[in-house]
């Protein structure tokens, strides 16, 4: 009997990088593709199309891929399509789902990329066997998936989950790409680090920072990262300043689904200390007696380099018991050329 695998599809504003996976969550191989480079959804899925059958071929794996799992912004799960997905370049809402499951005649799920990595780290990562846990994602933005007994949440719509966006300072909160003021993610993000260096050395005029020696405008995360390991005051009071908004907000986010554990993902989550002692020192402060001591704060198990082909593939898993995929027809045309 021939191995059965998977595809893994994460789509991104620049990238799309796509992954072979086994059942025991080892990226046979993986390539990309440009996301932004066609003008329409349909040439896109065409080169996909093309990129990928050539990845099976050489890997021996056409005819054994049994479900395509794909994470993307603004992705709903339920009707299978991205809705108002401001980084692509085609109109929205796209139904994805549908087009990629009658191009390769293989079952197709699809969720956001935060949701994603959730679904990834149940079934590979740091969350196997823990029922109810939240995924925080700490990259451009801050993304999270809500797994309560062992089910993600999606609510009524498909787009439960939106915690980058609670809202964690109401007064003079700085703007957001949504549109409101005082998300959590213009705070707690890798981009929302690099705003707090701006603030605090304009605050800050007479302090001497290794973050004066950067333009200002150029200030990544990653700048104040190697700044406070090299003992910068500045530097390590914005993580102190971020890790207790995150650990404020995460206290929030026990009082409404009291998970057993958090997973953290993304650059900032492999900062040490820098972060997990305040964040972990807020928490603690911020939570209601009934949990304190109970909640763990974990960082994710998942490869960097596999981890958005290992998340968007363990929904793949998923498509494989789907009948229909989201988002499309109950019978699916005949593939170009058939992937299972």
């Known amino acids: 009997m021939s191995k059965p695998y998977v595809v893994g599809i994460d789509i991104g504003g620049t990238n799309t990088v796509f992954g072979i996976v086994d059942a025991r969550g080892v990226v046979l ?5 440009k996301t932004r480079k ?15 059958t050539k990845l099976l071929e050489v890997n021996d ?12 912004p603004n992705a709903n799960y ?24 009658e191009k390769f005649g293989i079952p197709v799920a699809i969720t956001n990329d935060a949701n994603a990595a959730a679904i990834g780290e149940m079934t590979y990562g740091a969350a196997r066997g823990i029922k109810d846990f939240i995924m925080i994602t700490l990259g451009t933005g801050v993304g999270s998936g809500i797994v309560i ?20 300072k109401r007064t003079n909160g700085r703007l957001c790409g949504c549109g409101r003021c005082g998300c959590l993610e213009t ?19 007479n302090e001497e920072s290794l973050l004066r020696n950067i333009p200002t405008d150029e200030i ?3 700048d104040v990262y190697d700044a406070a390991v090299a003992g910068d005051k500045i530097a390590q009071d914005i993580f102190e300043f971020t890790g207790d908004i995150l650990g404020a907000a ?22 040490g200390d820098l972060l997990m002692r305040p964040l972990r020192n807020s928490l603690e402060k911020n939570l209601m007696p009934i949990w304190k001591g109970k909640v763990k704060v974990l960082i994710s198990e998942l490869k960097e380099a596999d981890a958005a082909v290992l998340g968007a593939s363990a929904l793949g898993w998923e498509a494989k018991f789907m009948a229909p995929t989201p988002g499309m027809p109950a019978s699916v045309p005949a593939p170009e050329a058939p992937l299972a």
């Open 29 to 33: 191989a993986s390539s990309a593709i």
């Open 38 to 52: 066609h003008a329409t959804v349909e040439a896109y899925i065409d080169e996909l199309h093309t990129e990928l």
């Open 61 to 72: 794996a056409i005819g054994k891929v049994h479900g395509i799992g794909i994470g993307a």
């Open 78 to 101: 339920y009707t299978g399509t991205i809705e108002q997905g401001v980084n692509l370049p085609w109109p929205t809402p796209i139904p994805l789902a549908r087009l990629v499951s």
């Open 149 to 168: 007994n062992g089910q993600m949440v999606y609510g009524h719509d498909g787009f439960a989950g939106e915690l980058g966006h609670v809202i964690v």
């Open 187 to 205: 705070y707690c993000s890798a981009t929302g680090v690099a705003r707090s260096a701006r603030e605090f050395l304009e605050a800050r005029p």
């Open 220 to 222: 990544t995360s990653k």
């Open 250 to 271: 995460l206290a929030d986010f026990v009082a409404f689904s009291a998970p057993q554990a958090f997973i953290l993902f993304g650059g900032l989550a492999k900062s």
